[in-house]
Each structure stands twice: as structure tokens, then as C-alpha cells.
């Protein structure tokens, strides 16, 4: 009898964070400024655009837990990620977006805030560098909330 042996994969995990609350609108980035690992790895972050720059030569999975606070309990949010270019990185090409969509007349005034996670996951060979994670819808003066982070795993291709 056969089994197949999983490989082990030499990986790093990586944190990225918000230091303080962001407020924001429909088409922001989100601003991260703080990285934090438990390794080397080949991740950046420039806190003035909001972009992320991966190293093209590892693999990706990146999970956005995203915590808002939104400035109308009757509103709807959506993010996703966003190329260099600033076109909004598909499913078929790794980028999976998070929305929240306010249903119903009762307004819930107790729960102003909702998480959910955006994913990204290309396949090795098409990793887009530098990525961003782009507030597609959102009502004015919003806060983007230091609960906010990027979970990354890095391996090598």
C-alpha cells in the first residue's frame, strides 16, 4: 500500500495591521502601517497608498478580516482587491471581495459594526504586485477599524 506524503512547505505567517482608525468613503484604501512576522518574508507595505507589495517568486494566501463602523446602520459596504493599475483583481484570477448588504426597514442601532473577510489567492505564477484593498462601496465618514488585518501566508513557489 501507497500513501501519498505531504510535503512540508517552509512558510511564514504575517500580520498586517491598522495603528489607529481610519475614516472613509466610497473608493479609500485601506491604510495599513504595521507589519509583523515570524520571519523574514517578502512582503511591504506603504502606508501612504495603501499598497501591498508581494515578492513574485513566493505563494500567497492573504485573508482581510475587515471591521468597519459604519456612519449609517442602514448601509451597505463592499471591499475588494485592487491591482496596481486599480483594476479590481477577479475570482478567476485569485481576488475574492467581502460585502456586507443591509436588509430589511428595522434599523439595528446595537450593532453598528460588521467583519467579514476578503481573500486573496492567485495561483504562483500570477501574482500581482502591488495589490491594494479598495473600499468599493461605503458611506461617508466611516471608520475602518484597528480590529482591521491582513492574515498572510507566504511559502516558496
Known amino acids: 500500500m501507497t500513501y501519498f506524503k505531504n510535503p512540508q512547505v517552509d512558510a511564514t ?24 512576522a515570524t520571519g523574514s518574508h517578502g512582503v511591504s507595505v506603504n502606508s501612504s497608498t495603501g499598497e501591498l507589495s508581494l515578492d513574485t517568486l ?23 482587491w485592487v491591482d496596481s493599475s486599480g483594476n479590481e483583481i ?16 428595522t434599523t439595528t442601532t446595537n450593532v453598528p459594526t460588521a467583519t467579514f473577510t476578503a481573500v486573496y489567492q492567485p495561483n504562483p505564477d500570477q501574482v500581482a504586485s502591488p495589490i491594494r484593498l479598495k473600499a468599493t462601496l461605503l458611506n461617508a465618514a466611516s471608520s475602518i477599524l484597528t480590529n482591521t488585518r491582513l492574515f498572510i501566508v507566504e511559502a516558496k513557489a
Open 13 to 36: 505567517m504575517i500580520e498586517v495591521t491598522l495603528s489607529s482608525a481610519q475614516t472613509a468613503s466610497q473608493g479609500d484604501f485601506v491604510l495599513f502601517d504595521t507589519i509583523r
Open 58 to 80: 513566493k505563494k500567497y494566501y492573504i485573508q482581510a478580516s475587515i471591521h468597519v463602523d459604519r456612519s449609517s446602520t442602514t448601509s451597505s459596504w463592499r471591499f475588494a
Open 90 to 105: 477577479s475570482a478567476a484570477d485569485g481576488g475574492y471581495d467581502a460585502e456586507w448588504t443591509y436588509h430589511g426597514a
